[in-house]
């Protein structure tokens, strides 16, 4: 990809609003995108709230949960990962509604939502010049970057259940696969100097099935290949860990994004050795 120097989109230029690509962010993400399975199963099944009630109250949340998240001026860690865990949530429902309250086969929301997460890469990058995730330093930016991880849950949580599903492949071994092709995404950065924008997002869709399907795997019952733990157990072991790591880099700020790699990004420059630059 392009990342020719560019200037700042429209509005006030901010601290970068996300944090660091680190060994930290990765596992975050991924216990975020177990949750986002479990927490929607738990609120749809367990507590009755159907789908649709639970698609309401969660998106109500989600949206003044994101509307502090554009209001900060910095990274904030509690706020950015609760932000995720939602969003997570959130794009798990749109693909669950798609699908049993409309009868979208998953073939054709795997489809749709590729479409639409390629069509924000291209306005983004159209507008911006970079698809940096350290150059996120005003509204628009940001604007593109949650839009497109909207995107990629809901493509996730589609493409995840289309294989552990619709194919048959099962819970445990969707995992493994998921899991590999992460892998093989990092190789291709990190020994054959692969694009660092485009693998960080490659890789960013595939934790999210990677994680449905850990989620499942803990949750279901055992005679549908799971650990039987339950969707209640499951989420209050993934989320007190969340909360734990959060606190952790909130006190320690290790997945900080230092100040000069943030004036590089945002005018489009790309940093040597990093994921998602």
């Known amino acids: 990809m392009d990342t020719t120097r560019s200037r700042p ?10 944090p660091e690509v680190t060994v930290f962010f990765w596992v975050i993400k991924i216990l975020a995108t177990t949750v986002g399975e479990t927490a929607a199963d738990y609120l749809n099944a367990t507590l009755g709230l159907g789908l649709t009630g639970t698609t309401l109250v969660v998106g109500v949340l989600f949206l003044a949960v994101l509307a502090a998240q554009f209001r900060a ?33 998953l073939e054709v929301s795997t489809a749709l939502f590729t479409v639409a997460l390629a069509v924000t890469f291209a306005v983004w990058f159209a507008k911006e010049r970079t698809l940096s995730i350290h150059s996120i330093v ?22 995840g259940d289309l294989v552990a599903e619709r194919l048959g492949v099962g819970y445990w071994l969707s995992a493994v696969l998921f899991a590999a092709l992460i892998a093989a995404v990092a190789v291709s950065h990190l020994v054959f100097k692969a694009n660092a924008i485009l693998t960080f997002w490659i890789a960013y869709v595939l934790t999210r099935p990677l994680g449905a399907s850990l989620g499942d795997g ?17 989420s209050l072991i993934f989320l007190g860990t969340i909360l734990v790591l959060v606190a952790y880099l909130a006190v320690t700020r290790r997945d900080q994004t230092p100040p ?8 489009g420059s790309a940093v040597p050795g990093r994921l998602g630059t």
């Open 73 to 105: 001026r910095r990274y904030v860690p509690p706020l950015y990962w609760s932000t995720v865990v939602l969003i997570s949530v959130v794009g798990t429902l749109i693909t669950d509604n798609l699908t049993d309250n409309l009868g979208v086969p």
């Open 218 to 234: 803990f949750s279901q019952p055992r005679a549908d290949g799971g650990l039987g733990l339950g969707t209640t157990v499951t």
């Open 9 to 18: 989109a429209i509005g006030r230029t901010l601290l970068n609003k996300v």
């Open 138 to 159: 005003t509204r628009r930016r940001e604007g593109f970057y949650w839009t497109a991880i909207l995107f990629t849950f809901a493509l996730g949580t589609a493409a």
């Open 260 to 267: 000069e790699l943030v004036a590089a990004a945002s005018k």
